[in-house]
C-alpha cells in the first residue's frame, strides 16, 4: 500500500509542481475519452489531469498572492477517467511495456475507487454497487504564511468537507499518505489521499453522479477565522 502511494504522490507532485494551472475547454476532453486510454499521449492525460484539478488560486501555481495568504490548497479528483489519465502517464514516463498499463489500472481502481478492472470483458465495473468507497481526491497543501507560522489542527481532518452545490455535505472517511497522521501539521507542503463519505450527514447521496462529474465544492476550516473553498465547476 505504501508503495503504491508513493508512486501515485511521485507522478501527481511532478504534475502540480511543473504545471501551471490552465483552463482545458471540456470539448477538448471529450475528443480524448472515446479514444483506448492505454493509447493516451502523454499530453493527452495531462490535459485530462488539469481538467480534474482545483485550487484555491485562479492562476499559476506558487504564485506570490493566491486566493489566501496563509496556506496553497490543490485537489485532484481520483475518479474512473483520471485514474486511468494518471495510470497512462505513469506507464509513458516509467517507459513501462504497454501490457503493464492494466495491471497499474486494476490496482489504482481498487486503492481509490469503487470500481474494479475486469480483465475477462475488458472494461471497467463497479466493484461496489453502493459505491460506499466514497469520493477520493489526492490533495497538495502548501504553508505559504507570511510571516511564517506552522499550521496544526490537533482533531486532523475533521474539519475538511465535501460539499455539494446545495449546501450539502459529508465528512472525511479515510486519509493516507507519506507523512500523514490522525492530526494535521503543514510545516512546508504535504500530500495526502483524502477520501469523503458518499453520503451527507443526513444520509442522503450527496451526488447523482458516482464519477462525479458534476460541480462540486471541498471546504477546508480551521486555517483561519473564515472557511477555504475549493471549487470545480463544471459548465
Not at 32 to 61: H, M, R
Not at 144 to 162: A, Q, R, V
Request: proline share 3%; glycine share 4%; aromatic share 14%.
Amino acid at each position: 500500500m505504501k508503495k503504491i502511494l508513493s508512486i501515485l504522490l511521485v507522478v501527481t507532485f511532478l504534475l502540480f509542481s511543473c504545471t501551471s494551472l490552465t483552463h482545458i475547454d471540456k470539448q477538448k476532453i471529450d475528443s480524448i475519452l472515446p479514444k483506448d486510454a492505454s493509447e493516451w499521449s502523454l499530453e493527452e492525460c495531462n490535459k485530462i489531469l488539469l481538467f480534474y484539478t482545483a485550487s484555491n488560486s485562479s492562476n499559476l501555481i506558487f504564485k506570490s498572492t493566491p486566493v489566501n495568504r496563509i496556506v496553497f490548497i490543490k485537489a485532484l479528483l481520483l475518479n474512473k477517467t483520471s485514474v486511468k489519465a494518471l495510470t497512462r502517464k505513469e506507464v509513458i514516463e516509467k517507459r513501462l511495456d504497454d501490457i503493464e498499463y492494466y495491471p497499474i489500472l486494476e490496482t489504482y481502481l481498487k486503492e481509490f475507487t469503487s470500481l474494479t478492472y475486469d480483465n475477462s470483458r475488458k472494461e471497467i465495473i463497479e466493484a461496489d454497487s453502493n459505491f460506499s468507497k466514497g469520493y477520493s481526491f489526492k490533495i497538495y497543501f502548501e504553508n505559504i504564511s507570511n510571516p511564517y507560522k506552522p499550521i496544526f489542527l490537533e482533531d486532523g481532518y475533521s474539519y475538511f468537507f465535501l460539499e455539494n452545490m446545495n449546501g450539502e455535505f459529508s465528512r472525511v472517511t479515510e486519509v493516507s499518505g507519506l507523512f500523514v497522521e490522525d492530526y494535521f501539521q503543514l510545516d512546508g507542503y504535504l500530500d495526502a489521499i483524502i477520501t469523503f463519505s458518499p453520503f451527507s450527514t443526513i444520509g442522503k447521496r450527496l451526488f447523482d453522479d458516482k464519477n462525479l462529474n458534476e460541480s462540486y465544492k471541498l471546504v477546508f476550516n480551521g486555517f483561519r477565522d473564515d472557511s477555504i473553498g475549493v471549487e470545480w465547476l463544471l459548465k
